[in-house]
């Protein structure tokens, strides 16, 4: 998986509601932005900056502007400043970005969006943002079939046959003396997390399978 970025760019759209006058006008836009960790990255705090545009029923022109929040990733909540350049004024925003589906509500990493302004009338977008670097969480879950990362062994439903616990063998045998930090060279000194790895795989299938071997497969 390698270090995460440091700057991680995202990009999104929005549907919303301008309440700011006398009637609610109804409109949408995109934006685009950039989010930087101010801490370690495992306490999920940090600044981001975007731009939008976009447009509202009855308004002429282009509606855009610019905003800097603070952002705590663990509770899924940003705070900060949105400038209008049509209307030339600020507000304060308060926004939720919820993470609804694993691998993003429509694939590569898109989270529900949720924008409050209450300095404009209680004003309110909803849409979706999605993380424009590459990053794991724009990838859905493994095949719960598959015992080698990346690859399907079997069709879903058919029975376990000699050669794929023969495979699903040899694939547990060198993840677990990769995990215990011993390589096939070592001359077995894995072998006691390579035991427990045994151990998970009969429970799984509940057939015993031959993993060690007097020779690296």
């Given amino acids: 998986m390698g270090m995460p970025p440091t700057w991680k760019p995202f990009t999104g759209g929005y549907c919303a509601v301008d309440r700011s006058d006398d009637e609610n006008r109804p409109g949408g836009g995109a934006f685009v932005g ?114 080698c990362r990346g690859r399907r062994s079997r069709p879903p439903g058919q029975r376990w046959t000699p050669g794929w616990r023969r495979r699903c063998a040899r694939c547990a045998r060198r993840r677990a003396l990769w995990a215990s930090g011993h390589g096939p060279s070592d001359n077995g000194r894995g072998v006691g997390s390579a035991r427990l790895m045994l151990l998970l795989v009969q429970g799984a299938h509940g057939t015993p399978l031959q993993i060690f071997s007097s020779s690296t497969p």
């Fill in 34 to 147: 950039i989010y930087k960790d101010l801490v370690p990255s495992l306490a999920g705090f940090g600044a981001s900056a975007e731009g939008y545009a976009g447009g509202y029923s009855g308004v002429a022109g282009l509606n855009g502007g610019v905003r800097a929040l603070a952002e705590l990733r663990g509770i899924f909540l940003k705070v900060g400043i949105d400038y209008d350049f049509q209307r030339q004024d600020t507000s304060t925003i308060i926004s939720f970005t919820l993470p609804i589906r694993r691998g993003g509500i429509f694939g590569y990493g898109t989270h529900l969006r949720v924008d409050w302004l209450p300095d404009r009338g209680n004003s309110w977008a909803v849409g979706v943002q999605s993380r424009s670097s590459r990053t794991w969480a724009r990838r859905g879950r493994a095949t719960p079939t598959s015992p």
